[in-house]
Nanobody
Framework: QVQLVESGGGLVQAGGSLRLSCAAS????????MGWFRQAPGKERKFVAA????????YYADSVKGRFTISRDNAKNTGYLQMNSLQPEDTAVYYC??????????????WGQGTQVTVSS
């Protein structure tokens, strides 16, 4: 079992930045790839970014490529999502997940509770 807790969400103006954190406990965090997903009201959960177990490979949705950066610190059992140049369409609940490296949510076995990101225009 891995328990994940996201933090760092909030309200930001368009063009601003936020950094989300995902703190892991339980089984060894470095045993799992990590992903970030987001879900806007009334819409399906969508892939945002993923990073492999060692942090040497990353993968992004086209909509965030060049603006968001995923990273991890296995010594701290923590993953991060740096979000720059935020736009209103980035507004959603953001979830971190641990599992197999990939861009689809069924690849991930463990999920956090989510953190709200709201971008005002």
């Amino acid at each position: 079992q891995v328990q994940l807790v996201e933090s760092g969400g909030g309200l930001v103006q368009a063009g601003g930045s936020l950094r989300l954190s995902c703190a892991a406990s339980g089984r060894t965090f470095s045993s799992y790839a990590m992903g970030w997903f987001r879900q806007a009201p009334g819409k399906e959960r969508k892939f945002v970014a993923a990073i492999n177990r060692s942090g040497t490979s990353t993968y992004y949705a086209d909509s965030v490529k060049g603006r968001f950066t995923i990273s991890r610190d296995n010594a701290k059992n923590t993953g991060y999502l740096q979000m720059n140049s935020l736009q209103p369409e980035d507004t959603a609940v953001y979830y971190c997940a641990a599992g197999q490296y990939g861009g689809s949510w069924p690849s991930y076995n463990y999920w956090g509770q989510g953190t709200q990101v709201t971008v005002s225009s």
